[in-house]
């Protein structure tokens, strides 16, 4: 049984007291919620958030950490750091971490292990861009990613990743995939995973869709067989549509 896992994912978004205030409103109208609550603020609000949902049903992300735990990493930031503030899982591999700043899926698979060697959960996102989706090269380029991205992790250490499948061109843009094309996708990641462990591992992995989720198609994507959560971006930014969201069942 795979329990729903919502995450909010604030980007480069809010003040400590902007963080402080959803976060208020977050640990209060999500008391009730018995599935999986994630937010990851920006690192200077991580201490802020963390204070706030401390003790309750609501984790603290970070949006990305550093493949080395210390050292001359100039503007870089430690597991071991995250830890210290709260912090309990961290996303890896965000598109806008591939495409904006030049990620790839050595150095994702390097802060993959660090994260784990930490004890860290981990939130590795994978998915195509629109150009790769139009040459038909969406599941090789998912395959490449996974495989990338978890190079030498163990099947002990699968039970602390979820992956996210995170379509570049539905990112922001309001495009959201089809329940059916997200799912279609979904069940070919589990596939992979099965490949490269086995079937309960592939059976027992959350698997998380982004791109554009809204209180208003959260709950047709959450009916697919494949889809287990959501990693949300925009719509997590105010209380308003992202509790909407994480209580899609309600
Ligand atoms: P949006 O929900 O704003 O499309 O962002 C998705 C995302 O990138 C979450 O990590």
Request: overall charge negative; hydrophobic content about 45%.
């Amino acid at each position: 049984m795979r329990i729903p896992y919502i995450a909010g994912n604030w980007k480069m978004h809010k003040t400590r007291a902007e963080a402080r205030s959803l976060a208020e409103t977050l640990v209060r109208d999500l008391a009730d919620v018995g599935h999986t609550v994630m937010v990851a603020p920006p690192f200077t609000a991580i201490e802020t958030v963390a204070a706030v949902v401390s003790g309750t049903n609501i984790l603290v992300g970070a949006q990305n950490a550093s493949s080395a735990l210390e050292g001359a990493h100039t503007g870089e930031v430690s597991p071991l750091m995250l830890k210290d503030l709260g912090v309990s899982v961290v996303i890896l591999g965000h598109s806008e971490r591939r495409h904006t700043y030049g990620e790839t899926d050595q150095l994702i698979n390097a802060k993959v292990a660090t994260a784990l060697g930490e004890s860290l959960n981990v939130i590795l996102c994978v998915g195509e861009t629109l150009e790769e989706r139009e040459a038909g090269r969406v599941d090789d380029v998912v395959r490449t990613q996974l495989e990338g991205g978890l190079a030498g992790v163990d099947r002990s250490a699968l039970q602390r990743i979820v992956i996210a499948y995170e379509p570049v061109w539905a990112i922001g843009t309001g495009k959201t995939a089809t329940p059916q094309d997200a799912d279609a996708v979904h069940g070919a990641i589990r596939t992979r995973i099965a490949a490269m462990y086995d079937e309960r591992a592939a059976d027992e992995l959350i698997i998380q869709y982004g791109g554009s989720v809204k209180p208003g198609n959260v709950r047709d994507l959450m009916a697919m067989e494949n889809i287990d959560g959501a990693l949300v971006g925009g719509a997590s930014l105010k209380a308003e549509t992202f509790v909407p969201i994480v209580k899609f069942n309600a």
